[in-house]
């Protein structure tokens, strides 16, 4: 029987590992039948979902494992990366459910990916300056400081040299041909990256973001003062490495010729092709200039002429202007391709801070109104976003790889800015569109399943994860075996289709893969729970066997299982099919007796006007 988490993971204690925390106590995620039922209150319910989400990066880790490892299945492993290039870039985590640190809509499950990384840990870090609270409550910050750590601390491996980046370790053509466990992955493993001579604008300032970010949370400055706090994870030493990585970074995405890393480098076929980098540049500007005013309230010195957080910030809305990302001529989604929707959000966060050293042109009201176009947008329904018949925040194109991902991050930035709102009723229209999200992934759903593996008898079951499914045939992946091994506790997977259906295969990555990204704004949206929701997750009012009830039968039709695949377009439960068989038939035996009555109807008919015979 597993305990309350408060039993679990009591309080952290301040000890410190080069400067990390450590928990007093391991948490290890509870059974999924505990995600049913009272049993516990509803703090602790979404304490266990965010110790969950955590515990997913560590079985995500790569390289050799630490001692308080709590992935009992995973091993050492990728130990001789960047040794072609005489470096060391073990560490830092597997993208997907392969081994590469990069790929999607790929076997990518063992590829390393900066691009991607990046934007998880800006998102990770944004969210735990704001919800840093919840965190705490859920006794969840050492873990939280663990798992930024073991990507940060990668990351500025992959930065060896200010105007180098390695934006992937592992070769798609290679490891998309390998399935099996992390003791066996194809080596040496191919290594690429941006260059003085050949730069890559997006990936160099992503990662500036992403430690930026961090770096604003490890000096514990808070971007959201009148509300919250960060969690309380600071150290200005570490603050300060990642804040030098960051200003490098930044200034080598300003080197010419600019260009996307996925064009820089050609021949490669990317798992994450970025489709514009002067998004990412305004990011890290905005970010670096927080970072540098952070700095600066920490150890007290003052900044180089250039370099104060006002010029960055001025940087930042001059290119926001002249690279036309505002609201009213953009109507993009928020994900690991695209930061835009961020923007007016964090900038409206910094106009509200009353610093006078970070002061955005236009002053609050304009950034402001700049979020509430974009977001009123997406709560009407009148941009390329739109609601399916069941409510999820869907767009065409992108939803149709990772459903889910597009709305989470949706619900992330709307919680995120409700409060700042020009109105109440806006707030509450905020508020209440970014709950129906967040409600639907955990359960509120057609099919009755949290799209969490492992929080609920219903959760997914086969996630596209070749560590965790024990398998090695990568022909057959479904059925080798049929039932994963292990339980991979907290990974969100790729989500629902159009019509809201999911059917729990492993070989259809659209639906189950998971991935870093997508964990990253459940992350933020659990923290805000634990801190904010009164009421249990939906999920635990799903008992066993609610999915199976109404499991579609067939295949989906997607970029893995075109329509007419293993019995065809699905989407219809056996009760269905039964239900349209019975319908079809008695319309037919209708039809059928009206044919008739007709035919004996003409018949006398003719009978009756028929001449007599004489």
Same mark, same amino acid.
């Given at each position: ?52 989400? *955590? ?46 640190? $990069?790929?999607? /809509? ?80 194809? /080596? ?17 300032? @992503? ?5 930026? /970010? ?42 010419? +010729? ?110 402001? /109104? ?33 459903? *889910? ?7 992330? *930035?709307?919680?995120?800015?409700? +409060? ?21 992934? $955990? ?62 295969? @492993? ?88 044919? $008739? ?5 003409? @018949? ?11």
């Amino acid at each position: 029987m597993k305990l309350p988490i408060e039993h679990l993971t009591l309080l952290t204690l301040p000890l410190l590992v080069h400067g990390q925390l450590s928990p007093q106590a391991a948490y290890q995620p509870p059974e999924p039948s505990s995600g049913y039922g009272d049993s516990l209150s509803s703090e602790n319910q979404w304490g266990n979902l965010l110790g969950n989400l *955590l515990w997913f990066y560590e079985a995500q880790r790569s390289g050799k494992l630490p001692a308080d490892n709590r992935v009992s299945w995973r091993n050492d492993s990728a130990l001789d990366d960047g040794k072609l290039d005489g470096l060391d870039l073990t560490g830092g985590y597997y993208d997907a459910g392969e081994y590469t640190l $990069l790929l999607r /809509s790929q076997n990518k499950d063992y590829i390393k990916a900066t691009y991607p990384l990046a934007f998880s840990l800006f998102s990770i870090c944004w969210g735990a300056n704001v919800y840093g609270q919840g965190y705490e409550r859920a006794n969840q910050t050492a873990y939280l400081d663990g798992m930024l750590r073991w990507g940060l601390d990668w990351l500025m491996k992959a930065h060896p040299e200010e105007n180098t980046l390695y934006v992937q370790v592992g070769d798609t053509d290679i490891d998309n041909n390998y399935w099996g466990g992390d003791q066996d992955i194809p /080596s040496p493993r191919k290594l690429f990256k941006v260059t003085a001579q050949n730069p890559g604008a997006d990936a160099a300032a @992503r990662a500036a973001s992403a430690f930026a /970010s961090c770096s604003i949370l490890y000096n514990g400055f808070s971007l959201s003062p009148t509300t919250s706090s960060p969690a309380p994870v600071s150290n200005s030493t570490y603050a300060a490495q990642l804040l030098t990585h960051a200003t490098q970074l930044y200034s080598f995405s300003q080197q010419k +010729p600019l260009q996307t890393y996925s064009s820089a480098i050609s021949g490669v076929d990317w798992a994450y092709p970025s489709s514009t980098y002067e998004d990412d540049q305004t990011l890290a500007a905005l970010l670096l200039a927080v970072a540098t005013e952070a700095a600066s309230n920490s150890t007290g010195s003052t900044s180089s002429p250039g370099t104060t957080p006002q010029s960055y910030l001025d940087s930042a809305t001059s290119l926001y202007s002249s690279a036309h990302l505002q609201a009213s001529k953009q109507d993009v989604i928020m994900n690991w391709d695209s930061v835009t929707p961020a923007l007016p959000v964090l900038l409206t966060q910094i106009s509200n801070l009353g610093n006078s050293n970070l002061q955005p042109s236009g002053g609050t009201s304009q950034w402001q /109104s700049e979020s509430e176009t974009y977001l009123d947008r997406v709560v009407a329904g009148s941009g390329n976003g739109y609601l399916t018949k069941n409510g999820l925040l869907w767009y065409d194109g992108d939803s149709d790889s990772a459903s *889910l991902n597009p709305a989470m991050n949706a619900a992330q *930035l709307m919680f995120m800015y409700a +409060p700042m709102a020009t109105s109440q009723s806006k707030t509450s229209k905020y508020q209440d569109f970014a709950q129906g999200q967040w409600d639907y992934a $955990l359960g509120k759903n057609p099919m009755s399943v949290p799209y969490v593996v492992g929080a609920n008898p219903n959760s997914p079951s086969n996630p596209h994860d070749a560590k965790s499914s024990g398998g090695s045939d990568i022909g057959n992946i479904d059925t080798d075996p049929a039932t994963s091994v292990h339980t991979l506790y907290g990974a969100v997977i790729g989500g629902p289709n159009k019509d809201d259906k999911f059917w729990n295969i @492993r070989s259809d990555w659209p639906e189950t893969e998971v991935a870093l990204d997508y964990n990253a704004p459940f992350l933020s949206l659990a923290a805000y729970s634990v801190m904010s929701n009164t009421n249990p997750s939906y999920y635990t009012s799903l008992a066993a066997g609610s999915y199976d009830a109404v499991k579609p039968s067939g295949t989906p039709c997607d970029a893995v299982l075109p329509c007419g695949s293993k019995g065809g377009k699905g989407g219809l439960s056996k009760g269905a099919t039964i239900a349209i068989a019975v319908i079809v038939t008695v319309v037919g035996l209708l039809i059928l007796s009206l044919a $008739l009555w007709w035919w004996f109807v003409a @018949r006398a008919r003719r009978v009756a006007t028929r001449p007599a015979t004489t």
